[in-house]
C-alpha cells in the first residue's frame, strides 16, 4: 500500500532528499510542506519523475492556524518528517534578541506546531521523526539559540515517544553532523567570519573533526530517517539517532 509522508522543509536541501528517497525506494505520496512555491513545485515534480506522487503544502511552520487550517484538508498520514529549520549565530553580548527568538520559533515550535496539527491524520503505526542535530547533543559558541532548539527536539521526542507509544505511533529524532546543504554554506561562512579564517580553511578544519573526515550528503540523511519512518522499526522509541559519522558516540 502507498504510503503518504509529509515533510516540513521538503522544499530544500535535507527534507527534499528524503522525499526524493522515498519516492525512489517505495512510489510514496510525499506532502510537501514549506514556504518557497517555486521550490516546492521543483520538489513535486522532481519526485514524480523518481516514482513517487506529490502535494504542496505552502506554509510557515510558526504559523500554528494556518498548519491546523491545511491538516483537515489532508487525507490519512503513514508519517511526518519535521525538517524544516533555520539557523544562524546568536552571540550572548550582542543584538540577538530577535534572531533568537526566530530560531526557537521555527525549530523548536515549529516542529511542535507541525505535530499538534498533523497528529490527527496520523494512525496506528504511524511514524514521526524530528530533525534536531549533533547542536542538539553539545554546544557551539554563538550558536545559543539553535542549540537551545536542537536540544529541546531531542527532549520533545522523547516525551511525544512516551505520549504517543500507546496509540502505535513511533517518535524519534535524528543529530545529524555537517551536510552538504545551504544551510550548511552560510554556517561555514559565517564561522570562518567570525574566527578570521578563510571558508576553506574552516571547512578542512570542520571535516578533519569528523571521525570519517568528510561532510554528509543529504541523501545519506535521509536514508537515516527513512529507517526510523519504517513500520519495521519497533525498537527505537524516543531515541535520537546519531548520523554524524563518529562525531557522537552514545
Ligand atoms: N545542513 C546541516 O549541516 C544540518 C546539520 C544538522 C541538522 N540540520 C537540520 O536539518 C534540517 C534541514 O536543514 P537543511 O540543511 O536541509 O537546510 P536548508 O537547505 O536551508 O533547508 C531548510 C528547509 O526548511 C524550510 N523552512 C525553513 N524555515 C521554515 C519555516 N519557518 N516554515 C516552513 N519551512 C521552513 C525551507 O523551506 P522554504 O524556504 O520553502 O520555507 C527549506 O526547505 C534543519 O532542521 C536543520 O537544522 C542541518
Redesign the pocket.
Known amino acids: 500500500m502507498t504510503r503518504s509522508i509529509l515533510i516540513?522543509?521538503?522544499?530544500?536541501?535535507?527534507?527534499?532528499?528524503c522525499a526524493l528517497h522515498l519516492a525512489h525506494v517505495e512510489a510514496a505520496h510525499l506532502v510537501l510542506?514549506?514556504?518557497?512555491i517555486p521550490?516546492?513545485t521543483a520538489t513535486a515534480a522532481a519526485v514524480r519523475e523518481a516514482g513517487g506522487t506529490a502535494e504542496t503544502l505552502v506554509?510557515?511552520?510558526?504559523e500554528r492556524t494556518r498548519l491546523g487550517e491545511l491538516a483537515k484538508g489532508l487525507g490519512p498520514l503513514d508519517g511526518l518528517v519535521?525538517?524544516?529549520?533555520?539557523?544562524g549565530m546568536t552571540p550572548v553580548d550582542q543584538d540577538s534578541d530577535a534572531f533568537f527568538d526566530q530560531i526557537l520559533?521555527?525549530?523548536l515550535t515549529?516542529p511542535w506546531n507541525t505535530v499538534r496539527a498533523f497528529l490527527p491524520r496520523l494512525g496506528s503505526g504511524g511514524r514521526i521523526v524530528l530533525?534536531?542535530?549533533?547542536?542538539g547533543r553539545f554546544g557551539v559558541p554563538g550558536y545559543g539559540a539553535?542549540c537551545a532548539a536542537?536540544h529541546g527536539l531531542v527532549g520533545l521526542a522523547k516525551a511525544l515517544a512516551l505520549e504517543l507509544i500507546d496509540r502505535g505511533i513511533v517518535v524519534n529524532a535524528v543529530?545529524?553532523?555537517?551536510?552538504?546543504?545551504?544551510?550548511?554554506q552560510?554556517?561555514i561562512r559565517q564561522i570562518a567570519a567570525a574566527t578570521g579564517q578563510t571558508e576553506a580553511q574552516f571547512r578542512a578544519r570542520a571535516e578533519a573533526a569528523v571521525p570519517v573526515k568528510r561532510?554528509f550528503q543529504?541523501e545519506e540523511?535521509a536514508q537515516g530517517i527513512a529507517w526510523l519512518l519504517n513500520p519495521a522499526n519497533t525498537m527505537q522509541v524516543g531515541q535520537c539517532l546519531n548520523l554524524d559519522g563518529g562525531v557522537i558516540q552514545s
Request: no cysteine.
Open positions: 516540513t522543509g521538503g522544499s530544500r536541501g535535507i527534507g527534499r532528499a510542506l514549506g514556504r518557497d521550490a516546492l506554509a510557515d511552520v510558526t519535521a525538517a524544516a529549520g533555520i539557523s520559533a521555527a525549530d515549529g530533525v534536531s542535530s549533533v547542536l539553535y536542537k543529530a545529524p553532523g555537517w551536510v552538504d546543504t545551504a544551510m550548511a552560510t554556517g561532510f543529504p540523511i
